[in-house]
């Protein structure tokens, strides 16, 4: 599939992702032909789920206990490229 230059740029917008050079073209183009895969899938007759665990009567969740905090300016410092206060993902 062939993607246009207005995509181009609303992905850019959307990802924070240069596409602009023939790696980053390529590489969206193989991610949109797999993704294609799935309009091969037959789902005549599936209902559509909320959650994949739905046949479960309780989702039980764990306690989010926090015993750190306070370290953004730590953990930053692992990034290869950040934006303001944010890691770049994927870096580059």
């Keep these: 599939p062939k993607v246009s230059v207005e995509m181009l740029d609303h992905l850019e917008h959307l990802a924070l992702?240069?596409?602009?050079?023939?790696?980053?073209v390529e590489r969206?183009?193989?991610?949109?032909?797999f993704?294609?895969?799935l309009h091969e899938v037959n789902t005549d007759g599936v209902e559509?789920?909320?959650?994949?665990?739905?046949?479960r009567w309780c989702l039980y969740l764990r306690?989010?206990?926090?015993?750190?905090g306070n370290c953004t300016k730590e953990l930053l410092e692992?990034?290869?490229?950040?934006v303001e206060e944010y890691f770049?993902?994927?870096?580059?």
Aim: charged share 40%.
């Design 17 to 24: 992702v240069d596409f602009r050079d023939s790696e980053g």
């Design 28 to 33: 969206l183009q193989k991610a949109i032909q």
């Design 35 to 37: 993704a294609d895969q």
């Design 48 to 55: 559509p789920m909320d959650s994949v665990l739905e046949d």
């Design 63 to 68: 306690e989010d206990d926090v015993t750190e």
């Design 78 to 82: 692992n990034a290869r490229e950040k």
């Design 88 to 92: 770049v993902a994927p870096p580059g």
